[in-house]
């Protein structure tokens, strides 16, 4: 991998991107008086993805500061921009269907499940690299 970081803005602009975008069914469904259970669905699309996106320019912005071996900092990278694909799969997906993945289903619902798990495995591995490179650096 080249840059990391750089990888990490591109993945991040796209994360950012459909989360903002996720905020057009939400305002629907607000206007639509929609039950409360879809606009929460859509809200935490809208808000997760776009917080998920600025993580990722976060992280590029002090993936340069932790110690750590060039492998480290790919593995880094991609663990969160696999866990960000987790998400986005995963939670507008989710609110589309009416299921949020967390029990065991037959179908649609195995998606969510599965982009959770990818989002939340993929972003655990890479916090505990932060973690690793933040305490070498000091």
Same mark, same amino acid.
């Given at each position: 991998m080249?840059?990391?970081a750089?990888h990490?803005?591109?993945?991040? %602009?796209?994360c950012?991107?459909?989360?903002? @975008?996720?905020g *057009?069914?939400m305002?629907s469904a @607000? #206007?639509q #008086?929609?039950?409360?259970?879809v606009? #929460?669905a859509?809200?935490?699309?809208h808000l997760?993805?776009?917080?998920?996106?600025?993580l $990722?320019?976060?992280?590029?912005s002090? +993936?340069?500061?932790l110690v $750590?071996?060039? $492998?480290?900092?790919?593995?880094l *990278?991609?663990? &969160?921009?696999? %866990?960000?694909?987790?998400f +986005?799969v995963? /939670?507008?997906?989710g =609110?589309?269907?009416?299921?949020?993945?967390l =029990?065991?289903?037959?179908?649609?619902g #195995? /998606?969510v499940r &599965?982009?959770n798990l990818?989002?939340?495995?993929?972003?655990?591995?890479?916090?505990?690299?932060v973690l690793?490179?933040a /305490?070498l650096? @000091?």
């Open positions: 080249d840059d990391p750089q990490l803005i591109l993945h991040g %602009s796209i950012l991107l459909i989360g903002l @975008i996720c *057009a069914p305002g @607000i #206007n #008086n929609k039950s409360p259970e606009v #929460n859509w809200r935490v699309a997760s993805l776009t917080l998920g996106g600025i $990722l320019f976060a992280l590029a002090i +993936i340069e500061r $750590l071996p060039e $492998l480290w900092l790919t593995l *990278a991609w663990s &969160f921009i696999i %866990s960000t694909y987790g +986005i995963a /939670v507008p997906y =609110a589309m269907i009416g299921e949020r993945g =029990a065991s289903t037959v179908g649609k #195995n /998606v &599965f982009g990818i989002g939340a495995v993929g972003s655990t591995i890479g916090a505990v690299i690793v490179g /305490v650096a @000091i």
